[in-house]
Structures are given as structure tokens and as C-alpha cells.
């Protein structure tokens, strides 16, 4: 993976590449409960806990779907939601417009880069009246082929989440990127289940999705707790999104499965602390471990010894440390005669050696 991508925003430019740090992600979702106090409180979480940006959602329920309760639109599927209506959770879930470009405004006074997941063209339109400086597309819209094609045209860079994508879907969304001029595009594994069960989120395809569409690839995680996300910081993931919620006691459409503040900031941490650790591949030693190497293994007079008397495995042993000769040298000494009267704790060296 050799891309770089460039967000722009008012607080300047962020690099996203194979050697910047994660980009990370709290997503406020639904969790803001329609209170806008509540929202504004989450911005400030996100900020305290160490998150890079905060991401909301641009859509209305009719925008997002229609007000009809047949069986089409019942949810059915198995989720959280279920016994409802999509309109219905939509009702709940969506952030007033009117809110947005208050809430892009606080973040950036909070020194985060705020964006959004539109849901279709309308919102589209309302985010570039807001200068976003980066457009999410929602797995489940990854197939809404004119929907890519009016971000794509944009020219601003595009996170799309993978979650219920055929490889095709992939394909033929990030074709129609290219098509547009625009190949600023960060893929996320995504698992679509809420929470998603640990055995489902193959973290091993992030380092196959950057190989084979040659992109940034990055996690929106949905698991419980930290491991899945720090996790993937060591193979390969650029960016991380992960919902936080003041309190999950608080309820919300989303509350069950988002993290707390305390939580998100230790995710964040132990992000840091595995970047860090990764290092690069190298079999170099630092300074500390060449020191180290001095309480390693070498051959030691163990046992006083008199010239012309013979080494054996009684008075040169393979002992800690490593200022003696190497241990590599050992048959070949024994049996050999010292020139001259060794202490116990000598160092050995050919020197003392007779020839």
C-alpha cells in the first residue's frame, strides 16, 4: 500500500498513509438521543478520549426510506431493532439538520475534523453547503450507484464501509469513483451486526482489501471492547471507527453497543502504545539491547588454573556474561593447555592459549 490521501479541513491537513497514525473515528450515530446538549457533550467526550474526528449522520426518515409498514419495511433481520419499522427507527435515530453545522462548528473549536454518512443526494447537497471535508458512504448504501457517483464527483476523499458488500459491489463502486477522477478511497471491514460476535470479523481480510483494490484499508468495529480494534492496528488498519455514547444506561437506539468515553480513551491509548511497538522489520539492535548482550553467554575460567595445566569442562565453562570468548570455541579449546596462572572469573581469550 503505497496511497496517501489528504484531508483538508480548517484545522489544516491531515495525512492518512502507510506510516501516518490511525485516523480515529467516534461515531456519534443516534446516540446523541435528540437532545442537542447531549450531542454537543459527545463532541467534548470524543475530544477528551483522544479521537481524531467525530462522525454524524445526514438524513431524515424520508429520506432514508418511506412511512410504510408492510412487510418490507418491518425489521425482521435478527438486530436490536427488531419488532419495528425502518421509519420508525429513523424517527429515532436521525440528527436534525439544523443541528449540523452547529455541531461541525463546536468540533472544530474541539480541534476535530467533523463529517458525515449521507443517505442520499439531498444530504449529499446540505454537507457541501457545510464544507465537509470528507464524505463516509454506509455499507448499506454502497451499492446506490448514482448516490457514489455525485460524492465521487466531490473530489474530496471517500470512506466507505464494506459490511454487506459482494466483492462486486466493491469493485463496481470503486470503478465508479475512478470514472470521476476520484481514487481518494479508504475501505473499512466492516461486520453489519450490532454488536457483531468476535468469530465473524475476520481481521485478516484488512491487509487482503489494501493488497487487492490497492487502498488505505481501515475498521469500523462494532464489537465490544477495545481488542478488535487494537487488534487490527497490526495489520494494517489507517482508520478506526467506533460509535461512543456518554453512558450505554442511557439507552438509544445505538447505546448497547457503543463505548463509554473512559472506554473509547483507552482504545485510543493502546492504538498508540501498538503503533509504537510496531516499529519497522528490522534485525537491528537498539543501544540498550547491545548492552544487554553483555550479560550474555561466553567462556569463563570457572576454576583457578596453573600454567600448562588443561582446559576441561571442570574449569572453562559456557557461563553468564558475555565478555569471554564465544561459546562457539569451545570443542575447539578443550584439552588445549593455558600459558599462564588464570583466576577463577578470568575471561578467556585465546591469548592464554598455548600454541
Avoid at 24 to 44: G, L, Q, T, W, Y
Avoid at 261 to 286: C, Q, W
Wanted: hydrophobic residues 40%.
Amino acid at each position: 500500500m503505497n496511497k496517501s490521501i489528504t484531508i483538508k479541513s480548517v484545522l489544516g491537513d491531515r495525512i492518512i498513509d502507510e506510516n501516518s497514525a490511525a485516523f480515529i473515528i467516534a461515531e456519534m450515530s443516534a446516540n446523541h438521543m435528540m437532545d442537542f446538549d447531549r450531542a454537543v457533550k459527545i463532541i467534548e467526550a470524543a475530544k477528551e478520549a483522544g479521537a481524531d474526528a467525530i462522525k454524524l449522520q445526514t438524513y431524515t426518515p424520508d429520506t432514508i426510506t418511506i412511512d410504510c409498514d408492510n412487510e418490507y419495511f418491518q425489521i425482521t433481520q435478527g438486530t436490536i431493532w427488531d419488532g419495528t419499522t425502518l421509519h420508525k427507527l429513523y424517527q429515532t435515530a436521525f440528527t436534525p439538520w439544523e443541528w449540523q453545522p452547529k455541531l461541525k462548528k463546536i468540533a472544530e473549536e474541539n480541534g476535530l475534523i467533523c463529517f458525515s454518512s449521507p443517505f442520499d443526494l439531498t444530504a449529499i447537497d446540505f454537507m457541501e453547503e457545510m464544507d465537509m471535508p470528507v464524505y463516509k458512504v454506509a455499507s448499506f448504501e454502497i451499492n446506490d450507484i448514482p448516490f457514489i457517483r455525485k460524492i465521487a464527483r466531490l473530489h474530496k476523499p471517500i470512506i466507505m464501509s464494506t459490511g454487506i458488500a459482494y466483492p462486486d459491489d466493491i469493485e463496481l463502486a470503486l470503478k465508479v469513483c475512478k470514472e470521476e477522477g476520484n481514487e481518494d478511497v479508504i475501505l473499512l471491514k466492516c461486520t453489519s451486526a450490532y454488536p457483531s460476535p468476535y468469530e465473524d470479523i475476520n481481521l485478516k481480510l484488512i491487509p487482503d482489501i489494501a493488497q487487492r483494490y490497492n487502498v488505505i484499508a481501515g475498521l469500523s468495529d462494532h464489537t465490544m471492547g477495545n481488542a478488535v480494534a487494537v487488534g487490527s492496528i497490526s495489520l494494517g488498519a489507517k482508520v478506526i471507527e467506533k460509535h461512543l455514547t456518554l453512558s450505554r444506561e442511557d439507552g438509544g437506539p445505538d447505546g448497547a453497543f457503543s463505548m463509554e468515553p473512559h472506554e473509547f480513551r483507552e482504545m485510543v491509548d493502546n492504538i498508540r502504545i501498538v503503533e509504537k511497538a510496531l516499529g519497522s522489520a528490522t534485525y537491528e539492535l537498539t543501544h540498550k539491547q547491545i548492552k544487554s548482550r553483555e550479560h550474555s553467554r561466553s567462556l569463563f575460567v570457572v576454576k583457578d588454573m596453573k600454567a600448562g595445566e588443561l582446559i576441561s569442562h571442570e574449569n572453562v565453562r559456557s557461563i553468564r556474561p558475555g565478555f569471554g570468548m564465544h561459546t562457539k570455541h569451545y570443542e575447539e579449546i578443550l584439552g588445549k593447555r593455558v600459558n599462564r596462572d588464570l583466576v577463577k572469573g578470568t575471561p578467556m581469550n585465546f591469548e592464554y592459549i598455548e600454541k
